[in-house]
């Protein structure tokens, strides 16, 4: 480098490094989730909430390589301030390895007035303490449907439900709308199926002790959930286009043939998020509603599956306690629901427009027992191999024994630690 | 003290005053030109270039693999050797990419999830090899190679569409350098006020001497403002920088859209071996398919050669023009030396009025 460059390389350096001391003084949060595009829209609106009130500004990053980026950034110890996390078991990881900081207290001295039991005891991991918040919730146990070409009374027992399956085969419609593809984690549509199949069948008990990792995947309860499944969806003429097609439906797309005329599929199972995509398609409670997965002698309270995404505090300050405290908090809460996309965990949001949205949100903040989605649960590797399992079976039905037996391989590979208990509240 | 002598003292004062702002305006834009002309050709215009051979890499690979999958080569030799080749080069272009980022941290996150989809996009392509090895083309071949193709080719979330983000984002940063601080034409501001200041103190300066001391001109300021005008000249290359920075830009918009369009063809070509591949396995393949089907449109690949190469002597042009941006050298010492020259020229010619005056009244 020249000498005279080198004058001017360093007035610049000298500039940057009162700029950078700027910024570092300024009180900000950095605050770092999957959300990108519309949902970062909406996130962004929460976000705006809290600027408002407290003066203090949010710096958001939305990635959908949200674990490769967080890991990344807590191994070179530049954790940002909030992370919103996916699942509980990634929670469960980061709580274990100690980087996040519990936010106990947040909720003032009658958490219960905000939050069911249910989601208190959901949301502390074993800890004790509320280790996060849920931003945004989902209901998984329900079965859509179009009320105008149903044609026949929603089904309310898994008896119902598979004459219903029958009736609709045999009037030559295929009673399922199915899609695997979800990329780049295609197959989870299939592990829902098998686990709301696996809770109604054989309880919350059997599925605690299966997403935990200490019962068996050739056990009974397990290889029936599969067979169940793969009786409703693999039968000839239960799904449009068959298997393959369901192979090749993006789980977005599946349920158009819902709203097709004729019907090309009469019900999709699928998590509450639907409920924006299904708008484009009519109004809710007309063209489109929903039943419950039905209950069964084992699950006769109709425990339900859910998913949230969590906020956690990875560094503790004053500043983040209190974000942590307003997302957690109404003013918060309500802000995604209002716009018709979100449900909230907690019992004062009362935003909801219509009245299939308010059905799920009663769901969600009620006390009746609701269970963690098991692949959220589950070590990366399990529900990894969880998922290529539900393609490999819809590809080949018959390879039910090998498949349950190479899950079973994965299963007994799996440090106990890394497994997570706690499935269900309540 | 005379009213002269203060009045030169005053003159002589505001010409150094003025030559010193010269030597930091002159010197800054200069430099700063210079640098960031030297800084985009470095790092900021390879960025978008491997983006957008990264983007080329990737989209040849998958066109490979569907090419090899529907023509049954794969069950000897797997997606292929020139898949292979393809995603080893778009790795090192991935890699040259993090290290040229001049797009910021969000840049960054955009690299790491293109990297992680570039993992599971292998991980896919190997799903569909091994089923295809084993048992033909099944439908969990198929699948697997239906699920490769959406994350190369996803509309709003695959490797295609987050590296056209990516190049968006480093052709924003370049256009920021390019046209931001001494790159913008009102930056030449800090020297061009300094000369036509200097310029006018010069020419009160010979008046002065004229009315005053009777001489027609004073030689020393003349060649001060010789000095001022070379001076000038010299700092004036700014702009020829700035305009070749601005043609460099545009040739690389060119060269990025010439390399996008040729992409998008082949991109065409692999989607068409998947639908071949699609075609024996169902009838009625479900929503999915069907609009993928429906959107098969546009010209698919020819003479992707002469792209290529066109594509490649246009990133060398780019290269030269940014080169060519970079007039430090002879100036780079000209310039401090040459303020240097019209201060002591200064104090040269007004020297002798100055001390003539010392004793007068007057």
Redesign the interface.
């Known amino acids: 480098m020249r000498p005279l460059r080198r004058l001017s390389v360093f007035l610049a350096a000298v500039l940057a490094a009162g700029g950078c001391s700027m910024v570092d003084a300024d009180e900000s949060l950095s605050v770092l989730a999957s959300w990108t595009g519309a949902e970062e829209t909406a996130f962004l609106k929460v976000l705006k909430g809290f600027e408002d009130e407290t003066g203090i500004k949010v710096n958001y990053t939305g990635t959908r390589a949200l674990n490769q980026v967080l890991q990344a950034d807590v191994q070179k110890g530049q954790a940002p301030d909030i992370a919103v996390l996916p699942s509980p078991g990634e929670l469960a990881n980061y709580v274990r390895d100690g980087y996040v900081h519990d936010v106990d207290g947040i909720l003032g001295d009658r958490p219960e007035e905000s939050y069911s039991t249910q989601w208190l005891k959901l949301l502390k991991v074993e800890t004790g303490k509320i280790q996060a918040v849920p931003v945004k919730t989902d209901l998984k146990s329900i079965i859509w449907y179009n009320p105008i070409t149903f044609g026949r009374p929603p089904p309310t027992s898994w008896d119902e439900l598979t004459a219903t399956t029958d009736a609709l085969r045999a009037r030559g419609v295929a009673p399922w709308c199915v899609g695997m593809g979800a990329t780049p984690a295609s197959g989870w549509p299939g592990t829902d199926w098998i686990e709301d199949i696996l809770l109604h069948q054989s309880g919350p008990a059997a599925y605690q002790r299966w997403s935990a990792g200490t019962l068996r995947w050739d056990s009974p309860e397990v290889k029936r959930a599969w067979t169940t499944w793969g009786e409703l969806v693999t039968t000839p003429g239960s799904v449009r286009g068959g298997t393959t097609a369901a192979l090749l439906t993006e789980f977005g797309d599946a349920g158009r043939g819902m709203f097709t005329g004729p019907p090309a599929c009469m019900m999709e199972h699928q998590g509450s998020f639907m409920l924006g995509g299904y708008r484009n398609q009519g109004v809710p409670g007309q063209n489109f509603g929903y039943f419950p997965f039905p209950a069964s002698a084992a699950n006769p309270k109709g425990a339900s599956e859910v998913s949230a995404d969590l906020a956690t505090m990875f560094r503790p300050s004053d500043r983040a306690r209190r974000f942590m405290a307003y997302l957690a908090d109404e003013r918060g809460q309500k802000v995604w629901p209002a716009l018709g996309s979100a449900f909230s965990a907690n019992k004062k949001v009362n935003v909801y427009a219509d009245d299939v949205s308010r059905r799920i949100a009663a769901r969600l903040i009620s006390e009746d027992t609701l269970c963690f989605d098991a692949s959220d649960l589950m070590p990366a590797t399990m529900s990894d191999a969880f998922s290529r399992a539900a393609l490999e079976y819809l590809g080949n039905p018959a390879s039910l024994d090998s498949l349950l037996d190479s899950l079973e391989k994965v299963r007994t590979g799996i440090d106990p630690d890394d497994q997570l208990e706690v499935a269900c509240g309540g | 003290m005379s009213t002269t002598r203060r009045d030169l003292l005053r003159l002589r004062t505001a010409l150094l005053v003025v030559t010193a702002t010269l030597f930091v305006g002159s010197?800054?834009a200069f430099?700063?030109v210079t640098?960031t002309a030297k800084a985009a050709a470095a790092r900021t215009a390879p960025a978008v270039l491997e983006v957008m051979a990264a983007r080329a890499a990737l989209v040849r690979a998958d066109s490979a693999a569907m090419t090899s999958f529907q023509t049954g080569q794969a069950k000897l030799v797997g997606p292929g050797a020139q898949y292979q080749n393809q995603i080893a080069i778009a790795s090192q272009n991935l890699a040259r990419v993090a290290e040229h980022n001049a797009a910021g941290?969000?840049a960054s996150?955009?690299l790491?999830?293109v990297?992680?989809?570039v993992v599971?996009y292998g991980r896919g392509i190997g799903d569909a090899d091994a089923s295809f090895r084993a048992d033909g083309p099944?439908?969990?071949t198929?699948?697997a190679l239906?699920?490769a193709s959406?994350?190369m080719h996803?509309s709003?979330?695959?490797i295609v569409a987050q590296l056209d983000e990516l190049a968006v984002a480093q052709r924003n940063a370049l256009e920021t350098e390019l046209s931001e601080g001494w790159m913008n034409p009102a930056g030449s501001l800090v020297w061009l006020v300094p000369i036509v200041v200097l310029l006018g103190l010069l020419v009160v300066a010979q008046v002065f001497g004229a009315r005053r001391f009777r001489r027609t001109l004073n030689p020393a300021l003349v060649a001060a403002t010789l000095l001022v005008l070379l001076v000038a000249g010299a700092t004036s290359t700014v702009f020829f920088s700035q305009d070749r920075a601005d043609v460099a830009g545009e040739t690389l918009d060119k060269v990025v859209s010439q390399s996008k369009t040729q992409t998008d063809a082949d991109a065409l070509n692999g989607k068409r071996e998947l639908e071949k591949v699609?075609a024996p396995?169902?009838?009625?393949?479900?929503?999915?398919?069907s609009?993928f089907k429906a959107g098969l449109g546009g010209e698919a690949s020819s003479g992707g050669d002469t792209v290529q190469r066109e594509v490649a002597s246009g990133a060398t042009q780019v290269d030269d023009e940014l080169d060519s941006a970079d007039r430090?050298g002879f100036f780079?010492?000209f310039i401090?030396l040459g303020t240097v020259g019209i201060a002591a020229l200064v104090l040269v010619g007004l020297r002798r009025g100055i001390d003539e005056y010392r004793y007068r009244a007057t």
């Open positions: 010197l800054a430099t700063g640098s941290e969000s996150r955009t790491q999830l990297e992680g989809l599971a099944t439908p969990l198929v699948a239906w699920y959406g994350l996803g709003d979330s695959g699609l396995q169902c009838g009625d393949c479900g929503e999915s398919v609009a430090s780079e010492y401090p």
